[in-house]
């Protein structure tokens, strides 16, 4: 007996020595995973700096990194690239929120009455794969070459992930959890706002950020093809006048913005979610 | 499929009643159908007293994932109603001082188990069901947590209707035991005279469980 307790008390140190290490482990794992994704950003830059200087490309064709970065400059001075940010992050908040809302009381709605998917599943499958995109002669002709097309093209593109997710994860809400709230008298309402909800959280969260996404991309699409500004103008506008600089640095833009906007919405899930639910998901 | 027929129970008014019986031969029906969790085809049920609030301890601990040891317990409780010294003696009470913070992956599956008792007596129902609750605890835990039980008994008019394997569980625990067997009563034991807490060597209990070895 006496032994046991002694290799119990035994076992417990060691766990909390292990424990020490991991996350001492865990620090340094996340300098050395950091100096390898700064390390080949670094190397992809001067790859491009080398190939430009050698002039096996016409600089049409491959503008050097220092003439995009002073093409970044000139707009960033004369204001032009924030105007086009701030319209393109304008339509994509206004529709990713519009899209949101009616996933959400859909979702709701399908989550809670998984029957009735019989009455709309096949219109959803069949409106998933038709591609945003392709709707803009219509929406062009219906709604004009005004905010209301782009919107819409957004709310298209980013409503099928939140909804089906939304779905999801309300359906798939544990019945023996359930039933702990009906042993403890809920209504169906407190059932749906205790259990089923937070339940589904990190689905409805998931489902939000690749619908952010997914509006990110619908929304440059759109502007390149019906558009007086917005960063899918900038560029397409840039082609037309031959200034492939300008496009680069639209491109960057882009990316960029996009990568901050889902940097800030996992941080916020992080924020928002935690404890068993931090795990379900990365 | 019939689960349960010809069954006729009474509770007593106050105190633990053990419900024994092979797997399958209707004890969680039994429980399910007492907390209004499964409709029954035929019969009736009288619950004495005026609420309507059931209790229930699962087989499993069933905590919400993303809620603290803490909101766990307080889960079935109104916001006006919850008690912070109460709630914290309940949690010093089931062994899990210093770990109210804590999330239910964070546990292990006996400390779970008792989250899960602890939200069921902080409840505060009359009438408590519980579905072999100690199952998962090791043996020393679950010594505590049936003299615990006793002790919430003692102090505390509730009904209380323990599902449980184990024989010896059932003689330690139970005011009245019932055998069960293929979906009716087999046989009832009347264990109030005998006083807490019961020595299992003693030649009454080692009849009565020769007893009820032989009706299952």
């Given at each position: 007996m006496k032994n046991r307790a002694k290799m119990k008390t035994h076992g417990k140190?060691?766990?909390?020595?292990?424990?020490?290490?991991s996350s001492g482990l865990k620090k340094d794992s996340v300098w050395r995973d950091r100096c390898k994704s700064w390390g080949v950003t670094l190397g992809i830059l001067i790859l491009w700096f080398a190939v430009s200087k050698t002039g096996i490309w016409s600089s049409y064709v491959l503008p050097s990194p220092e003439r995009v970065w002073i093409s970044f400059l000139a707009m960033v001075r004369s204001g032009v690239l924030f105007v086009h940010i701030w319209d393109s992050f304008a339509r994509v908040f206004t529709g990713f929120w519009i899209a949101f809302l009616i996933a959400f009381c859909l979702g709701i709605l399908a989550g809670i009455k998984p029957s009735a998917s019989a009455y709309y599943n096949h219109i959803v499958e069949f409106m998933r794969n038709v591609p945003p995109l392709s709707l803009i002669p219509l929406l062009i002709l219906w709604f004009g070459i005004g905010e209301t097309s782009k919107i819409i093209i957004i709310v298209l593109a980013s409503f099928f992930p939140m909804f089906l997710n939304i779905k999801k994860g309300l359906a798939s809400c544990d019945p023996k959890l359930l039933e702990v709230g009906s042993s403890l008298n809920f209504t169906p309402w407190q059932k749906f706002c205790r259990i089923m909800l937070p339940n589904a959280l990190p689905d409805i969260l998931i489902g939000m950020r690749v619908g952010l996404g997914y509006s990110w991309r619908a929304i440059i699409g759109a502007e390149m093809i019906a558009a007086a500004s917005g960063l899918?103008?900038?560029i397409l506008d840039s082609?037309?006048?031959s200034r492939s600089d300008k496009v680069i640095v639209g491109i960057f833009v882009i990316g960029i913005v996009g990568y901050c906007c889902d940097l800030l919405f996992s941080l916020a899930i992080k924020k928002i979610a935690h404890g068993g639910v931090s795990d379900s998901w990365s | 499929m019939t689960v349960l027929t010809g069954l006729n129970l009474a509770l007593a008014e106050q105190g633990i009643t053990v419900v024994v019986g092979k797997s399958g031969c209707g004890k969680t029906t039994l429980l399910r159908i007492l907390a209004g969790l499964e409709c029954m085809d035929h019969g009736e049920i009288h619950?004495?007293?005026?609420?309507?609030?059931?209790?229930m301890v699962f087989q499993e601990p069933r905590l919400m994932p993303w809620l603290t040891v803490w909101k766990n317990i307080i889960f079935g409780q109104k916001k006006d109603e919850i008690r912070q010294e109460k709630i914290q003696k309940l949690?010093?009470?089931?062994?899990?001082?210093?770990?109210?913070?804590?999330?239910?992956?964070?546990?292990?599956?006996?400390?779970?188990?008792?989250?899960?008792?602890?939200?069921?007596?902080?409840?505060?129902?009359?009438?408590?069901?519980?579905?072999?609750p100690f199952a998962a605890l090791d043996h020393f835990t679950r010594e505590i947590m049936q003299q615990e039980l006793l002790r919430i008994d003692s102090v505390s008019r509730k009904i209380t209707v323990f599902v449980t394997h184990s024989i010896d569980e059932a003689l330690l625990l139970g005011q009245k035991?019932?055998?069960?067997?293929?979906?009716?009563?087999r046989a009832e034991y009347d264990l109030s005279p005998y006083a807490y807490p019961r020595d299992l060597l003693s030649d009454q209990l080692i009849n009565i469980k020769k007893s009820i070895l032989g009706k299952l």
């Open positions: 140190r060691n766990g909390h020595g292990r424990i020490k290490a899918g103008y900038l082609q037309q006048m | 619950i004495p007293g005026s609420s309507q609030k059931i209790g949690i010093n009470t089931v062994g899990l001082t210093g770990f109210e913070k804590a999330y239910p992956n964070q546990l292990s599956g006996g400390m779970q188990q008792r989250v899960s008792l602890a939200r069921a007596l902080a409840y505060d129902a009359e009438l408590i069901l519980m579905d072999e035991i019932v055998v069960m067997g293929k979906g009716n009563v």
